[in-house]
């Protein structure tokens, strides 16, 4: 390696690419290469998400349906078996609430959680949940634990 073989290193230098809107002489002056009038050759130009040229766009084309309850409430399942396996894993004793769920990466802070009835319960818990299915809190009691609603 010497004086006249040197070149920065791969990856290091990005081409700058023509300046444009710099005078006549250098070939891209005058309209700076964005043709004449038409929106994209203003400054500030962003098209808009789901702009079709003009075209009334597929959003507006496709008939719309249904219908969304403000009032819906959200509630995150857990089935028995998955409150198992935490007890299989040592990672609940006795009682199961909300923290714990929490801080198994079950639920998210402010979660409605509702127990479901898959699987099979072995361990005797006390369970404080906001909801139970019938056939949750029939195992759940079956097995000498306790449902608790919140």
Request: hydrophobic share 35%; net charge positive; aromatic share 4%.
């Amino acid at each position: 390696m010497d004086l006249s073989n040197l070149k920065p290193a791969e990856g290091s230098v990005k081409n700058q690419g023509k300046r444009v809107g710099r005078g006549q002489g250098s070939g891209k002056g005058g309209t700076a290469a964005r043709g004449h009038k038409g929106a994209k050759s203003r400054s500030g130009y962003s098209k808009k998400i789901g702009f079709e040229g003009g075209q009334m766009p597929l959003q507006r084309r496709v008939p719309k349906f249904g219908f969304t309850n403000i009032n819906r409430k959200e509630y995150q399942g857990i089935n028995l078996d998955t409150l198992q396996l935490l007890v299989d894993d040592k990672k609940i004793k006795d009682t199961v609430d909300l923290d714990t769920l929490f801080t198994n990466g079950l639920t998210t802070k402010n979660d409605l959680v509702k127990i479901m009835g898959r699987g099979e319960l072995k361990a005797k818990l006390k369970v404080s949940a906001h909801k139970f299915t019938a056939t949750a809190k029939a195992a759940i009691e079956a097995a000498g634990g306790e449902a608790v609603t919140l």
